[in-house]
């Protein structure tokens, strides 16, 4: 039997579209030509307090550029990279330099008011729109070839557990922000739980269902709206366990070490265990968004196995002149490039499942950061580094711009996934539309 289309053959046969990321592959099915549908996948890495400009920037701007210390890790992929330089988050508003850089990173939008003080600048509260990979998870979402079992999927590696706008970058939209998951366990379980895990959950969504129909006549319209978005979550987490039960697996489930402890001292081993449990996720096609937080904005990291006993963030203040705190500076920006490093050659060495090449030809990682330069809290020089040939924009390139909104940037990553969006976050910072540049 041949279909035209994934579709179609839903509907024909009347199956649940919740299905269709384990049959989408299926040869015997005769999909010949939605087979060969490519996957594109989008990861952000996020590190904190600003970079040393002198050993991070190229000083050349095209293809023929050279890395600086900082970036010396990604050498082997050069070919594969694009420096972004001259992209400014120009949202103001509400909150310190540290806050707005964090929380409208990826929103692209103003904070709300809120009694959150930080600095000398007026106090915020959450970001008021959502951010740009939870924009582009609800469009993959949206279509039956694109669904996945979770969406996105949001990793950290010693986040604070304090809740605030220093501490999250992702929301699901104004005033809903999501905590990334820093335990490595803890993200495991989430992944692959076990089955009588999973059943008991089901018992609980049953019962919780019930109940919601048995109060929706009696609440308010108000209320209602509260109770019909309860109600989505209770169903995403039904479809999410229905393919989790149904989903073969491409990859073979990770093995991890145990009793690793989730603190400062350990961040070297939780990195890498965050950084193999996604990649696996990402290739068994549970998700194609995902995010990698390291610490927060202000994050005070001691990275002892650096030789470094200062905190990150104290050390960030520290004057241009002060040389050894440039360089302790450096080798911590260095090491997170190393973290980028070691994600980038493992897509590399992953080759694509049901597909063609290696994960690295189907994934953009963007690495980021709030702020441009610690000590001057500058919002303009956003390090942007972009790796990989997940959205067909032209690699091996350095690029300079002016002051550009970095709105721009997040509209220009939905266009490369698919999703045409007018504007994001702030429409003001938008007029200009995507950067053709990248193409």
């Excluded at 330089?85 to 850089?101: E, Q, T």
């Excluded at 959450?126 to 939870?134: F, P, T, V």
């Excluded at 927060?296 to 990150?312: E, F, P, T």
Aim: hydrophobic share 35%; with cysteine; net charge neutral.
């Amino acid at each position: 039997m041949k279909f035209q289309s994934r579709r179609a053959f839903l509907k024909e046969l009347g199956l649940s579209t919740a299905v269709l990321p384990l049959v989408m592959h299926l040869p015997s099915l005769g999909f010949a030509a939605d087979a060969k549908i490519r996957k594109q996948r989008l990861i952000v890495m996020f590190s904190p307090n600003g970079i040393v400009p002198k050993t991070f920037w190229p000083d050349e701007v095209g293809d023929k550029f050279e890395l600086k210390e900082i970036m010396q890790p990604l050498k082997p992929y050069q070919d594969q990279m694009l420096v972004i330089k001259g992209i400014a988050d120009r949202v103001r508003g509400d909150g310190d330099s540290h806050m707005r850089g964090m929380s409208c990173l990826l929103t692209g939008i103003e904070l709300l008011p809120g009694n959150i003080q930080g600095g000398s600048h007026t106090p915020a509260g959450w970001a008021s729109g959502n951010s740009i990979d939870q924009e582009i998870k609800r469009f993959l979402q949206s279509q039956p070839e694109t669904r996945t079992r979770f969406g996105s999927l949001e990793f950290g590696v010693n986040v604070p557990h304090r809740a605030d706008p220093w501490t999250r970058m992702v929301y699901a939209g104004s005033n809903k922000p999501i905590a990334p998951i820093d335990d490595p366990y803890q993200m495991f379980e989430k992944i692959y739980g076990q089955m009588k895990d999973r059943k008991s959950l089901a018992s609980i969504l049953d019962d919780v269902r019930e109940d919601l129909k048995k109060v929706s006549t009696k609440l308010s319209s108000e209320d209602r709206l509260l109770l019909e978005e309860h109600e989505s979550y209770v169903r995403q987490m039904e479809q999410e366990l229905k393919v989790s039960q149904e989903q073969k697996l491409s990859v073979e489930v990770p093995i991890q070490d145990v009793g690793i402890k989730n603190d400062n001292d350990h961040m070297p081993v939780t990195s890498k265990m965050q950084i193999d449990l996604m990649v696996n996720a990402l290739a068994n096609d549970m998700a194609r968004v995902a995010t990698l937080q390291y610490t927060n904005s202000v994050g005070q990291a001691r990275m002892k196995w650096l030789g470094i006993d200062d905190g990150h963030h104290g050390l960030s203040h520290k004057p241009d002149n002060d040389q050894d705190a440039q360089d302790k500076l450096t080798k911590i920006n260095t090491w997170f490039c190393e973290q980028l490093a070691y994600l980038v050659g493992k897509l590399d060495k992953t080759p694509e499942p049901n597909g063609e090449g290696t994960m690295l030809d189907n994934t953009l990682v963007v690495w980021t950061n709030e702020l441009g330069k610690g000590n001057s809290h500058t919002l303009n020089d956003v390090p942007l580094v972009l790796v990989g040939n997940g959205l067909n924009f032209k690699m091996g390139r350095s690029l300079q711009f002016k002051e550009v909104a970095h709105n721009r940037l997040l509209m220009s990553l939905a266009h490369a996934m698919g999703y045409h969006v007018k504007t994001f976050g702030n429409p003001n910072f938008c007029g200009d539309g995507i950067l053709s540049e990248l193409t």
